[in-house]
């Protein structure tokens, strides 16, 4: 981080700090660099910030493809996450393809 930057004040509460901190600490960077990262994620044009519903929309959609992979096979191993894995970066894959793209500016 630069020194050129200046400091700037920020009150948040204190188990917002510790899952920052902690995310900080699992990512191997500081505070600071943790929360420039996620502000910047959050203000990217090319990748913004999910909602909260859309956050809701794809936790339904991964609870619901867990539960009909599970119906369909039983229980779940290490072996089985990896190919839900494949299987919902397919179904991303496909809907990526299926948007309509951005026209350049």
Request: aromatic share 6%; proline share 6%.
């Amino acid at each position: 981080m630069s020194r050129a930057i200046a400091p700037f004040g920020l009150r948040i509460p204190p188990d917002l700090r510790e899952t920052l901190e902690a995310a900080s600490k699992n990512n191997k960077r500081s505070l600071t660099a943790e929360i420039i990262d996620r502000l910047e994620y959050t203000v990217d044009d090319e990748m913004p910030y999910p909602t909260s519903h859309e956050m809701h929309l794809a936790c339904s959609f991964l609870a619901g493809a867990m539960t009909a992979y599970v119906s369909d096979h039983g229980a779940i191993t290490k072996k089985d996450i990896r190919a839900v894995d494949r299987y919902l970066k397919d179904k991303i894959d496909l809907y990526s393809e299926s948007e309509p793209k951005k026209e350049d500016k």
